[in-house]
């Protein structure tokens, strides 16, 4: 079965999107210091772009998870890959995402998260599916709202491929 790969969003339009998400994060953290947790591997395209355009001090740290459960749907029980270098105590955190789908990877993580007791816990993605959540989370920076279609580029991938496109696309099979 052949795919091809249609754009939804241009590369111009999510640069130009991460330029605003970059402005009203520096402007809501004035004065302080934001630690970015990158969710691998989808996250790190966006983190990186995003981290360029925050004029307010940042630090890093990334994870890598793993949902148990079969297929493609994750069953919310999450297990820890790569841990963060750095505890989370006192610091104002934003966990930056490449989407949120159901909700029941972030909602588990996020909780983890609290528990190491950082000074602010926020959640920042590139995209939102809001039709397929089956978990509420409260998502406090979107990129794009988008309908439910499955997507690739931008950090995000199908079965490991794709996710250097500087655009975010559909995945369309024809047969
Ligand atoms: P959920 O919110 O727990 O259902 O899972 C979110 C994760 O599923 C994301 O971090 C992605 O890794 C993956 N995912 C969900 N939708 C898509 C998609 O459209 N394309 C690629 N990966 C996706
Ligand atoms: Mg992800």
Redesign the pocket.
Known sequence: MAERVEVMLTEEEVDRRIQEIGDQISKDYAGKQVHLVC?L???SFFMCELAKRITVPVSLDFMSVS?YGAG???S?VVRIVKDLDEPLEGKDVLVV????????????LLDMLSDRGPASLRLCTL?D?PD????D?NVDYTGFQ?PD????GYG???DQRYRNLPFIGV?RFDD
Do not use: P
């Open positions: 969710v591997k989808g996250g949902s493609t749907k994750s919310g995402e490449d989407i949120v789908d159901s909700g029941r990877t972030l909602s588990y995209l599916k397929r959540r089956v978990v989370v988008i279609e499955f997507v690739v995000l991938d199908y995945v």
